[in-house]
């Protein structure tokens, strides 16, 4: 069974762009979650998404921005982006969201210049 | 309010050395989940075990045990016979219905353990 997939897996975007990440769930698990990590805050929970609506949200400006498929494939989104948002971002997968495990992509690395 | 504390920041030990590994958890729940990672160089984060908060059962999976104390709010982890296989950073993680929901984790700062051979 494939883990989670998350593309690309480094990105280096310029101050006040924006960004687009993808991440492919483990088959069957329709949860999806994303987490920012970073020396100085670790890790801080995003959002997460379930059927395609999303369920919980951090404490993150509205320039971060989520969406999920019919498929339960998500991508979360950056807009304007900042020097601030350079970070390793996590995408985990769940079957429901319920408390059950969450399995964890390899990331995507975002700098920004 | 809901907070994970993991207060070493950073462990150093040589092979076959035993190492406790400390998180401290706070909630006003009464049903709630608690995991360990491991996050190795490579970035992704592994799962070791997840506990939920009626559970008290200690366990052990090879080298890797357990500790859970309710009384104390403590979920520790100890590596019995270190491996430098071991070294990477462990996260203790807390998941509530009060957060909006079981669908977020909590994490701890993180402790970074190096084994040296």
């Known amino acids: 069974k494939a883990g989670v997939t998350q593309t690309p897996r480094y990105l280096i975007k310029t101050r006040g762009q924006q960004v687009t990440l993808s991440c492919s769930p483990i088959?069957?698990?329709?949860?999806v979650s994303w987490y920012q990590q970073t020396p100085g805050q670790g890790l801080q929970f995003l959002f997460e998404y379930f059927s395609e609506t999303q369920r919980n949200k951090g404490n993150f400006p509205g320039r971060f921005s989520g969406r999920q498929f019919s498929n339960s494939r998500s991508e979360m989104n950056v807009s304007t982006l900042e020097l601030g948002d350079s970070a390793l971002y996590l995408c985990a997968s769940s079957l429901e969201g319920q408390g059950e495990v969450a399995f964890f992509g390899q990331g995507t690395r975002l700098t920004v210049v | 309010a809901q907070k994970v504390t993991q207060a070493q920041t950073e462990i150093s030990v040589v092979e076959k050395e035993d190492v406790t590994l400390d998180c401290v958890y706070e909630t006003r729940d009464t049903t709630y989940y608690l995991f360990w990672y491991k996050q190795p160089p490579s970035g992704e984060l592994v799962f070791l075990i997840r506990?939920?908060?009626?559970?008290?059962q200690n366990e052990i999976s090879g080298r890797y045990s357990w500790n859970f104390q309710k009384s104390t709010s403590s979920f520790n982890f100890t590596i019995t016979a270190s491996q430098v296989v071991d070294s990477a950073v462990y996260f203790c993680a807390l998941s509530e219905a009060g957060s909006g929901g079981y669908n977020k984790l909590i994490f701890g700062a993180g402790t970074r353990l190096a084994v040296h051979p």
């Open positions: 088959s069957g698990h329709r949860s």
């Open positions: 506990r939920n908060s009626f559970d008290e």
